[in-house]
């Protein structure tokens, strides 16, 4: 029922443009801010339902956010992804807003302009590293009326990362981390993350070095090219390894790297540190259970963790 409901009413919209002679059709938002928002990612929708605001779309595997939640398709009406918004769904459920994460808008500008061309107030979240996430929340606090909820939730993710901070800045030396960042297209397509990306800045939150501020010296960017060299003779203590896409592929194309120059002069590489960390946990976003990856990152400067190349 509900697919031959959206239907219809696209065809209200449809034939109505058409009567009219209007070659784009928009609507007039008369919506209170926060009375009926549209959720674009996972991050979003779980702040958005912490914050108390009131959703009315959420973005595709929202059943498995916050133990399922969100699985009503019939309650809760799919509007694709940041990656891929279906404009036309979002549109029909009359939202007061749209927010999604900038992460789609920033690397191919296509997220903004379709959904205001609708009529489609979009507020662009920012999640690219954990202090990017803190002032989000504060900010969707603001917007939507809900500061001390705001308030309660950075309060609870400070208490979750104290511990884990504390440790890291209890150690006499300080480890030092390159952070690779890979997609399924070839040793090409591998990059080194700066501390303006979620892993490198994974490492610099954590208090351990991230080299790639000792070798670009260029706090502009989330990526760097890979001019392996400066890396390599860089010696970090620990390669990361991150994989978006198909991670299996992207492992694989790591693993073929590590038996050829200049990584056979490198430290990490000779001694087996190399760690490819999971896929379901680090990508390209902070989330909310970011003290995870923290204790994930401590565990393998303690020791606890098995390398993933044994050289």
């Not at 979003?44 to 956010?65: F, K, Q, S």
């Not at 800045?201 to 990526?223: C, F, K, P, W």
């Not at 390599?232 to 990361?240: E, F, H, N, R, T």
Request: glycine share 8%.
């Amino acid at each position: 029922m509900k697919k031959v409901a959206l239907y219809v009413t696209a065809l209200c919209v449809i034939f109505s443009c058409a009567a009219f002679g209007l070659t784009g059709c928009s609507k007039t938002q008369t919506g209170e801010t926060g009375s009926r928002v549209v959720a674009g990612d996972a991050v979003t929708l779980e702040i958005l339902d912490y914050l108390g605001v009131n959703i009315v779309g959420v973005p595709d595997g929202a059943e498995e956010v916050l133990d399922g939640k969100y699985a009503d398709e019939e309650k809760y009406p799919r509007v694709g992804n940041a990656m891929g918004m279906d404009e036309e769904a979002a549109y029909l459920l009359d939202p007061s807003e749209v927010v999604v994460t900038r992460t789609a808008e920033d690397a191919f500008g296509n997220v903004v302009s379709p959904l205001e061309s609708l009529g489609i107030t979009v507020h662009l979240a920012d999640y690219n590293t954990i202090p990017n996430l803190k002032e989000t929340i504060l900010d969707l606090g603001t917007y939507f009326g809900k500061e001390e909820e705001a308030q309660r939730l950075l309060s609870e993710l400070a208490e979750k990362e104290a511990p884990i901070l504390a440790e890291i800045s209890a150690m006499e030396e300080k480890p030092s981390a390159l952070v690779l960042f890979g997609a399924p297209m070839g040793e090409s397509s591998i990059m080194v993350e700066s501390a303006n990306a979620y892993g490198g800045s994974l490492v610099s939150y954590i208090g351990a070095v991230n080299v790639e501020t000792e070798v670009a010296n260029d706090s502009r960017g989330q990526y760097r090219p890979n001019d392996w060299e400066s890396y390599v003779s860089a010696q970090p203590d620990y390669i990361l390894c991150i994989a978006h896409g198909d991670p299996e592929a992207v492992w694989a194309v790591y693993d073929s790297m590590w038996t050829n120059l200049p990584w056979t002069y490198s430290r990490a590489v000779k001694e087996g540190r190399i760690y490819y960390l999971p896929s379901e946990q680090v990508n390209v976003n902070a989330t909310l259970n970011y003290a995870e990856d923290l204790q994930y990152l401590l565990d393998i400067f303690n020791g606890e963790i098995e390398s993933s190349y044994g050289g």
